[in-house]
């Protein structure tokens, strides 16, 4: 058991941070590696964002990585970080706030997200975050055969914040931020769930079950 006050997770795509790190690093990778996909392969990529649900999105985007490099892609994720982190509005201010504010009261931080360790690790090691959960990728020598070990979406978000909180008592506090239908399962394992954005859907659902919204900059006012 613990005995630190208690635990927060974030999502990051699109909650902690303005990007999609998926899309944003893949951008990044193919001005380094330009022959990794052609531009009507990845005009189609881009396409089906809107067309299938993130599980199945997450499966095209990692299969596009099949035979590149790991170590390679943990550098660029690294040159990947540095470059865009250092844009303007990389972070959500209020979110990063949040997070700080967080760390300063002696909780744990815990990242949750779909994405995976290239563009994430970058980013936990600058927030010194030590625990991390993301999709995992399936490597053979050293390549990446665009399979996914071990996902990180929905239920699968809802099983490893289950398995942390293990950790800690059982009337231990935890909060958990998240910007999207496919985070409800790990809001619905804290005892904090926070909305964060101005989906319609988790909009509904926070009016619904009295949750908090946390706004962002250029969102619509959350719902009184």
Do not use: C
Request: aromatic share 10%; proline share 6%; no cysteine.
């Amino acid at each position: 058991m613990t005995d630190r006050r208690g635990v927060a997770f974030f999502d990051v795509d699109e909650t902690l941070v303005s990007v999609r790190t998926l899309e944003s690093f893949l951008l990044y990778y193919l001005r380094l590696v330009p022959s990794m996909i052609s531009q009507e392969g990845l005009r189609d990529l881009a396409a089906q964002v809107v067309q299938l649900d993130r599980a199945e999105f997450n499966r095209l985007y990692f299969s596009v990585w099949a035979g590149q490099p790991e170590d390679a892609v943990r550098e660029a994720g690294r040159r990947w970080y540095a470059e865009t982190s250092a844009e303007p509005g990389f972070y959500r201010p209020n979110l990063l706030e949040r997070l700080r504010r967080h760390q300063a009261d002696g909780d744990e931080v815990v990242l949750v997200s779909g994405s995976f360790d290239a563009p994430l690790r970058p980013l936990a090691d600058d927030l010194g975050i030590e625990t991390l959960y993301r999709t995992e990728l399936e490597t053979e020598g050293g390549l990446y055969t665009g399979r996914i070990a071990r996902p990180m979406i929905g239920d699968d978000k809802k099983r490893a914040v289950e398995a942390y909180l293990d950790r800690f008592p059982s009337d231990a506090e935890s909060w958990g931020y998240g910007d999207h239908s496919s985070d409800l399962p790990l809001l619905e394992s804290v005892r904090h769930p926070v909305v964060v954005g101005s989906d319609p859907v988790m909009l509904d659902v926070a009016e619904e079950r009295g949750w908090p919204v946390m706004p962002i900059e250029g969102d619509l006012a959350p719902r009184a």
